[in-house]
């Protein structure tokens, strides 16, 4: 079973940046596709960006432009970096570990993945 850990939440405001991390326990950052979720209060998890195994990359509508998922395979870390942060960004971020090398069309599906961390809270106050 692979483990997660989520780091690098914290509160900012409006307009401000942060950078998420999520270290994998075994070589899974370079082997599968790995994608960010994130939960907010009496919602649904969604998916918010998804990396292959090449390297290729999905992202949720409403964050492209303004965050970038990127990992180290040696390190075998997972980021994100989100830039430009609105209030409703705010919300639980989690990473998910997929079982296949490619992010499919169902990415953003949260069903589609067994292994997820604990999670890491983000605020973004206006």
């Known amino acids: 079973q692979v483990q997660l850990v989520e780091s690098g939440g914290g509160s900012v405001q409006a307009g401000g940046s942060l950078r998420l991390s999520c270290a994998a326990s075994?070589?899974?950052?370079?082997?599968?596709?790995m994608v960010w979720f994130r939960q907010a209060p009496g919602k649904e998890r969604e998916g918010v960006a998804a990396?292959?195994?090449?390297?290729?990359?999905r992202y949720e509508e409403s964050v492209k432009g303004r965050f970038t998922i990127s990992k180290d395979n040696g390190k075998n870390i997972l980021y994100l970096q989100m830039s430009s942060l609105k209030p409703e960004d705010t919300a639980v971020y989690y990473c998910?570990?997929?079982?296949?090398?490619?992010?499919?069309?169902?990415?953003?599906?949260?069903?589609?993945?067994?292994?997820w961390g604990q999670g890491t809270q983000v605020t973004v106050s206006s």
């Open positions: 998910a570990a997929s079982s296949i090398p490619f992010c499919g069309g169902s990415w953003f599906w949260p069903d589609e993945y067994n292994n």
């Open positions: 990396i292959a195994s090449d390297g290729s990359t």
């Open positions: 075994i070589y899974t950052a370079s082997s599968v596709c």
